[in-house]
């Protein structure tokens, strides 16, 4: 019986895609999850999981910098973004991420099935057949780096990408703020960067263009 994840923040979503999923594929186990810390969870939890389902702007994350993340610490794992996005230039990107997949929040649920079955028999599946964009140097090489980052690392980048101080982290995460110290100076370091005002520059790569945005 598969195992198929879904971790995307908006309930009515993830319940049309539990239909769609439980429709393409019958009798299958689906874990959800709602923000990063949920989808990291979910992942350790199941390591032998057959497909992730992944919204692109959930909580905690910064366009493409949870599929990377994902996509660099479970390099195994099919992942399939769903996003408000239909553009052909986020396709491109996400396929070049990683992405097996790319279904729009406008899809209908035949297509939604398509693209499941499809993706699970080892293809890769687009709404129009998009082929990944070839990614600039900087951005691949971003990719690559976020991917060295554990799951608490990569919770105290998306923190401090919204602007909070290590204080305010720590209490959040409920460590010390000694913990958060440490965790940035190993960020700092595998991102290759010196201050925080870098590392959120550097993450700004990974974002989503504002050219016909809607969300997600």
């Known amino acids: 019986m598969p195992t198929i994840l879904i971790a995307d923040d908006h309930p009515l979503f993830r319940l049309a895609l539990k239909s769609a999923v439980g429709q393409a594929l019958g009798d299958c ?18 390591r032998d999981a057959d497909l992730l389902l992944l919204d692109l702007n959930m909580p905690g994350a910064q366009g493409f910098s949870a599929l990377a993340q994902v996509r660099g610490t479970r390099p195994g794992l099919p992942v399939v973004v769903v996003s ?7 396709i491109r990107r996400a396929l070049a991420h ?5 279904i729009p929040k406008s899809t209908d649920m035949g297509r939604i099935k398509e693209a499941l079955t499809a993706v699970l028999d080892g293809e890769i599946w687009s709404p129009q057949g998009e082929q990944p964009a070839s990614l600039a140097p900087e951005e691949a090489d971003l990719a690559r780096r976020l991917a060295e980052l554990t799951p608490q ?7 401090v990408c919204t602007g909070l101080l290590n204080k305010q982290i720590a209490y959040d995460l409920g460590v010390s703020e000694a913990t958060i110290k440490a ?9 290759g960067v010196h201050t925080r005002t870098q590392v959120v520059m550097m993450v700004n790569q990974l974002q989503l263009d504002e050219a016909g945005a809607e969300h997600g």
């Open 98 to 102: 990683g992405a097996a997949g790319f």
């Open 183 to 191: 965790h940035m100076t190993a960020i700092l370091r595998k991102l």
């Open 29 to 46: 186990e689906i874990a959800q999850a709602d923000d990063v810390d949920g989808l990291f969870k979910l992942i350790e939890q199941y």
């Open 84 to 90: 408000g996005r239909d553009d052909p230039q986020t």
């Open 153 to 159: 690392q990569f919770r105290v980048l998306g923190m």
